[in-house]
């Protein structure tokens, strides 16, 4: 490395160190270990336009240990990703470029939020499966349209979270060999010498996986580094390079659990920059010779480009086709037709478990959108997730549509964040409902990065019966509508089921969870556009003066609608309303929302067989749920809906109790 190369390495350094003393909060030690191998990485192991950080066709790269956010800042700015000086100066403060861990659609050049340990390696993986089956595609000879690298750096926090070694062996399975994961091997977590916990060889097991390992032993050695990337990226397998570092280099706290994640003191950061033999001591002292630096690699960089744009114009002019269907892949979906698709919308009068409605719905969606891509934790014939039609997605055929993720949830949720941000796919991913739990973390992330990825979970509720408690969700419900930026779809009927689709097709920046039936759900008199606000009246009460109203998703609408007929009967009169999304009904207008819920209706009960914490804001003081507040049992179906009170003549009483 040259004098001035090596002096644009250590600004990095010194960067990070400033914008931790700067704020007085953050991870110095990872910056001042692992920036030669990151700056070494995006000046010459990597391919991207700094000036065009969106282009498609660009490597990407993903800091698994986001703890390290202050090293990818410095370089984010030295490589004129829009990152100025002021930014690093307010690192960590309100309304920043520079939050403290790196947040996608918030910082120019930020690939995904990262900060879970090895949810980035995890969804790293999804971008390496979404390059691959674009290649498979889209590419013809002489055309590889589809040609980059996904590179992730992990530290050993990464390496000890579950996720991530439910993604890797995935990734060795496939074959994944445009991943490359560069490992800060520096044996130092928050509470000391890895020792303590973590002793394992790595790299056997990620040679196990089914991973090229390659081992670098002085994570200064940038030539070293460079030269494993190169060899990593002519094999035919996913790489694990382990670089072994000193955490905090150059520090007097070097190589101590000390530095990880608090400032070195003002006096120390001038002691650090005397050990580096940088110019000055002043914080954030960038010297002109690096800038101009800079810009020269920038130019260059960005020539890559340039030449990807000249075989792309060629392959237009060779396929069209192909190439409409390839940037169609990049847009935004459009679903306008599908509202005014009758045959999209037509079912038969026929009672079936919203899984098998949405079963059908998802390979229509298939035959319209050839970009849709995604599967299930091996649950496909439960779920009804397969695209019938497609093959399966493997390392013999990655041009198959149908992955098989096994049983990974976690890292199947997190594989589907990294699809959702390389583009050029619709991503969705599948399991029980229940199973919630598992892959909760990453469905945070999906809402957090503002994905449109979508959930397929069936086996909704206590329908699932004799899988008991264990299988039977409660309170997943709940979870996951108190989770910010997520809308949460459990329909009544196939009406409902293609309408949740429609509106999760239609997000840009929100994922969609589906919450299906096992149990069987009549044909009810369902609304398209209704579904679509979220929540409508399906059936009117005689008197637009009623106070009773019922509000019911899922199978338990048509048990209201059997209800009001009772109630009807005996006097009273109500109305039901259907509700198969509370978030998206929430963003309804007031005067909606009074004509669905009008204020004078106090008396309401709200059915459901879930949790009951979320239906009191619609309920009011006035009102009752008809929740389940407890676990599940082991029965038939009909017997436990039976026993939990989920009955017309329970709802009655309910009723003539309000």
Known sequence: MSKIETLAMNTVRTLSVDEVQAANSGHPGLPLGASPMAYSLWAKGMKHNPHHPEWENRDRFVLSAGHGAAMLYALLHLFDYGVSLDDLKQFRQWGSKTPGHPEYRHTKGVEITTGPLGSGLASAVGMAMAEAHLAAQYNRPGFDIVDHYTFVIVGDGCLQEGVSAEASSLAGTLKLSKLIVLYDSNNITIEGNTSLSFREDVRARYQAYGFDTDFVSDGNDTAAILSA??????????????????????????GTAGVHGEPLGAENVIKLKEFLDYPSTEPFYVDPSVYAHMKDVVRELGQTEEAWKSLLADYEAAYPDLAKAYHSGFAAVDTTALLQDVSFWSFDEKAQATRVWSGLVLNRLGEKFPQLFGGSADLAPSNKSNLTKEGSFSAEDYSGRNIHFGIRENAMAAIGNGLAVHG???????????????????????????????????????????????????EQLSMLRATPNTHVYRPADSIETAAAYVSALSQKTTPTVLALSRQNCDVIPSDKIGALKGGYVISKAASSASEYVLIATGSEVSLALKAQAALAEIGIDASVVSMPSQEVFNAQSPEYQESVLPKHATKRLAIEAGASQSWYRYVGTDGKVLGIDHFGASAPADRIFKEFGFTIENIVELVKGL
């Not at 990337?229 to 070097?254: C, H, L, M, N, Q």
């Not at 892959?439 to 019966?465: C, F, N, Q, W």
């Open 424 to 474: 050029g796919v619709i991503p969705y991913v599948a399991t029980f409902f229940v199973f919630a739990d598992y892959l909760k973390g990453m469905a945070r992330l999906s809402a957090i990065e503002g994905v449109p990825l979508i959930y397929v979970l069936t086996h909704d509720s206590i329908g699932v019966g004799e899988d008991g408690p264990t299988h039977e969700p409660i």
């Open 229 to 254: 990337i190169e060899r990593a990226k002519k094999t035919d397998k996913p790489s694990f390079i382990e670089i072994k570092t000193e955490i905090g280099y150059g520090s007097v706290k070097a």
